[in-house]
T-cell receptor, first 118, second 114 residues
Framework: AQSVTQLGSHVSVSEGALVLLRCNYS??????LFWYVQYPNQGLQLLLK??????LVKGINGFEAEFKKSETSFHLTKPSAHMSDAAEYFC????????????????FGKGTKLSVKP | NAGVTQTPKFQVLKTGQSMTLQCAQD?????MSWYRQDPGMGLRLIHY???????DQGEVPNGYNVSRSTTEDFPLRLLSAAPSQTSVYFC?????????????FGPGTRLTVL
């Protein structure tokens, strides 16, 4: 079975500091990996995804993530945090092995809330 | 395009009541799904559909029913609400339901069961 672990339920950074949100996955097949962001009282929005090809993936709002197979990781980074980045971030993997054979289902981590201090 | 829409935004039910959460998308997506979000639990899949007339269970289907009579709509029915169903519910859709697809989420329905 596939799974996702996000290290740290809360992360706090100062404005202008590096943002690093950690995600590790477990998968017996090459994974498809996603980062979604949820702003307060809103739905989820895709930040970036890795399917195949280049392991460094760039997303919206200056975020990027690197797929590292040897470390089974897909950490999300942003060089300089902005107040508007305060949100909850979810790492997810496509469920390529499970429920009814649909690969479109997502398995989510438990989320990391990012706070940005002025 | 409105994208994925959900109604209502908020709902309070008493234990044992039934209700339907509505979800619609205008992107002609084949795949639609329902997740529930609970604090510290992330999102968990309730039911999904790969096309009109086809539905299947996810990780936490008990107490919920779905049907998909059109491509656009995917309602979620609570048969007899329980306090354990207090949660935020999200509907999502994607083009074809393959693993590389981006899923588009609605704004959510916040449900409280007393």
């Amino acid at each position: 079975a596939q799974s996702v672990t996000q290290l740290g339920s809360h992360v706090s950074v100062s404005e202008g500091a590096l943002v690093l949100l950690r995600c590790n996955y477990s998968s017996s097949v090459p994974p498809y990996l996603f980062w979604y962001v949820q702003y307060p009282n809103q739905g989820l929005q895709l930040l970036l995804k890795y399917t195949t090809g280049a392991t460094l993936v760039k997303g919206i709002n200056g975020f990027e993530a690197e797929f590292k197979k040897s470390e089974t990781s897909f950490h999300l980074t942003k060089p300089s945090a902005h107040m508007s980045d305060a949100a909850e971030y979810f790492c997810a993997v496509s469920d390529l092995m499970g429920y009814g054979g649909s690969q479109g289902n997502l398995i989510f981590g438990k989320g990391t809330k990012l706070s940005v201090k002025p | 395009n409105a994208g994925v829409t959900q109604t209502p935004k908020f709902q309070v039910l008493k234990t044992g009541q039934s209700m339907t959460l509505q979800c619609a998308q205008d992107m002609n997506h084949e795949y639609m799904s329902w997740y529930r979000q609970d604090p510290g639990m992330g999102l968990r899949l309730i039911h999904y559909s790969v096309g009109a007339g086809i539905t299947d269970q996810g990780e936490v289907p008990n107490g919920y029913n779905v049907s998909r009579s059109t491509t656009e709509d995917f309602p979620l029915r609570l048969l007899s609400a329980a306090p354990s169903q207090t949660s935020v519910y999200f509907c999502a859709s994607s083009s074809s339901g393959v693993g590389t697809d981006t899923q588009y989420f609605g704004p959510g329905t916040r449900l409280t069961v007393l």
